[in-house]
């Protein structure tokens, strides 16, 4: 199982990016994908879940990111709207296969004037 996310950088409060996770090595449809974010010194957060059908999101986020995949591409997306400073964080998505967590190398957000 790999994970590779990308799209992640320097942007000011008020701005957008999409991040992606691409994912190898197992069979992506059949599987829950999770986005968590991770700040040095405090506690992971779930960002987002998206299931075959479902998507949930953390109160923090609601109304603002939106998860979405690609079964084709085996490509799963966070779309970040109207980014606050306290949205800074090193972004990383997750999976879990045959009861093995797996997660990617992360990409760093920035949210900042």
């Known amino acids: 199982v790999q994970l590779a996310e990308s799209g992640g950088g320097l942007v000011q409060p008020g701005g957008s990016l999409r991040l992606s996770c691409t994912a190898s090595g197992f069979t992506f449809s059949w599987y829950d994908m999770r986005w968590y974010r991770q700040v040095p010194g405090k506690e992971r957060e779930l960002v987002a879940t998206?299931?075959?059908?479902?998507?949930n999101y953390a109160e923090s986020v609601k109304g603002r990111f939106t998860i979405s995949r690609d079964n084709a591409k085996s490509t799963m997306y966070l779309q970040m709207n109207s980014l606050k400073p306290e949205d800074t964080a090193e972004y990383y998505c997750?999976?879990?296969?045959?009861?093995?967590?797996?997660r990617g190398q992360g990409t760093q957000v920035t949210v900042s004037s």
């Open positions: 998206i299931t075959l059908t479902k998507t």
């Open positions: 997750s999976v879990t296969v045959a009861g093995q967590p797996y």
